[in-house]
């Protein structure tokens, strides 16, 4: 049971036993006899299903967040595992491209070496004589 609404007015409260105030008074030893503990525990019983909703709900939220936080985890986890794959591959494309480039390079030097070879051989075969000349050498690449 939930009571939200308060009454409109409330009256004042006083201690039961007036000596809690440390004010002097006078003390009526019959205070003690008109209280009535059906109606303390009554209001402690109210106040502890009080507390026993508020635990509950408390605790239902906290679970909720603690497996939100789990799933959370679980996606960047995940989404990690995926980026650490990419960067392997990313890293294997880079070493293929790495070794590529470097075939170029030793195909650029090669190419540049058979044209100096080319001009050489002409150049030698220029110093022949004509009948010792031999057919003038063609490189054909398709």
Known sequence: MEHTELPVSVPMFLPVMR???SL??????????RLQPA????????LQ???NTCATQV???Q???T???KETDQEISSALAQLVQKQKLYTSYAETFSKVRLISQQLTRCNDILNQNIESMEYLNNLLELEDR???FVWKTE
């Open 134 to 136: 031999l057919e003038p």
């Open 19 to 21: 000596g809690t105030l």
């Open 24 to 33: 002097p008074a006078n003390r009526d030893p019959e205070v003690l006899e």
């Open 59 to 61: 605790a239902q939220e």
């Open 63 to 65: 679970q909720q967040i």
């Open 67 to 69: 497996n939100k936080i």
């Open 39 to 46: 109606h303390m525990v009554n209001m402690c019983s109210r």
């Open 49 to 51: 299903s009080h507390f």
